[in-house]
């Protein structure tokens, strides 16, 4: 049976079943990669899997790259390691945007077929206003974030692999570095701040003379 012919899937989903699998694809592999980052804290604070558990449970991804970030400041590990798992977490924040940014969206029918679910497409709610911001949403699109992820889940693992070994006095090759992937939603330039206006003389100094 084709997802197209599931009619499970046809009564259950507001969009066409390729783009709706594909989504599935992230959400597998980005579970993989925060589990990954989870070991990699471990590894940094040299600690048991149970107890980085302990201390990290109740902690998102964003805060455990901030303190792998930060303890590797303070106690810095070996420079090749270092380079290592700060590239590895700036390319698991990019990442982790474009997951985001097709976790957390709202699907519009277009006016002229509205029953069609492939023409459904992707809006994002900004603002106090809502304002709703279209983000691209093909199947091409969301299957090439889904590669994204899955190849990076892949290389996260090897990470995590290669560093356990290490910490074992093995003699592992670290991976080598990887690019971090552009974004699928451009961030809006920002406008640069205002520079304020020096306050003016009140009247009262106006009307001083210097002294002579």
Known sequence: ??????????????????????????????????????FI??????????????????????SISTIITEKMKLHPPDPDIATLIENTLKVYNVCR?????????????????PKNLEKVFFVRMKGPSGKPIPIPSSKEDIRQVALEIKTFGIYLWNVHKALAARAKGESAELPPLIAEPELLVKPLPQNPPKQKRPPRPSPASRRKKPLR
């Open 97 to 113: 945007i474009k997951r985001n940014t097709l976790t957390h969206f709202t699907g519009q029918s277009p006016p002229d077929d």
């Open 41 to 62: 804290f471990c590894h940094v604070f040299g600690v048991s899997s149970r107890v980085g558990w302990i201390i990290a449970h109740d902690l998102g991804d964003i």
């Open 1 to 38: 049976m084709t997802l197209s012919n599931d009619p499970w899937i046809a009564e259950h989903s507001i969009i066409d079943p390729e783009r709706l699998h594909a989504l599935g694809v992230i959400t597998l592999w980005w579970n993989l990669c925060e589990r990954d980052l989870f």
